[in-house]
Nanobody, 122 residues
Framework: QVRVEDSGGGSVQAGGSLRLSCKTS????????TGWFRQAPGKEREGLVV???????NFADSLRGRFSVSQDNAKDTVYLQMNSLKPEDTAMYYC????????????????WGQGTQVTVSS
């Protein structure tokens, strides 16, 4: 059974940083990708970044320079480092696993974490 567990959200002030974690288990289809999405109230779920098992990444252009992604394959864990956070980054952040095609679309992922809330105050 595939499980995706995302964590690490919290409340920070503008300019602060957070690191989100995503651990996957039980995924037998190799290769697969891990994507990060976010959804603010009243808005669609937005694709932020995807990373493949080989380390290949795709980023939303608006996040380059502030967000970065890394992974520890031995731990089946992907990290999303978020720096220089802004109030508009406030959202529920989700991790997802799947073939990641297209990488920015929720339809490209089969398995989802429960979400972790990020709140950035001004």
């Amino acid at each position: 059974q595939v499980r995706v567990e995302d964590s690490g959200g919290g409340s920070v002030q503008a300019g602060g940083s957070l690191r989100l974690s995503c651990k996957t288990s039980g995924y037998t289809s190799i290769p697969y990708c891990t994507g990060w999405f976010r959804q603010a109230p009243g808005k669609e779920r937005e694709g932020l970044v995807v990373i493949g098992r080989d380390g290949t990444t795709n980023f939303a252009d608006s996040l380059r320079g502030r967000f970065s992604v890394s992974q520890d394959n031995a731990k089946d864990t992907v990290y999303l480092q978020m720096n220089s956070l802004k109030p508009e980054d406030t959202a529920m952040y989700y991790c997802a696993a799947g073939f990641g095609y297209p990488w920015y679309s929720p339809a490209g992922y089969n398995y989802w974490g429960q979400g972790t809330q990020v709140t950035v105050s001004s």
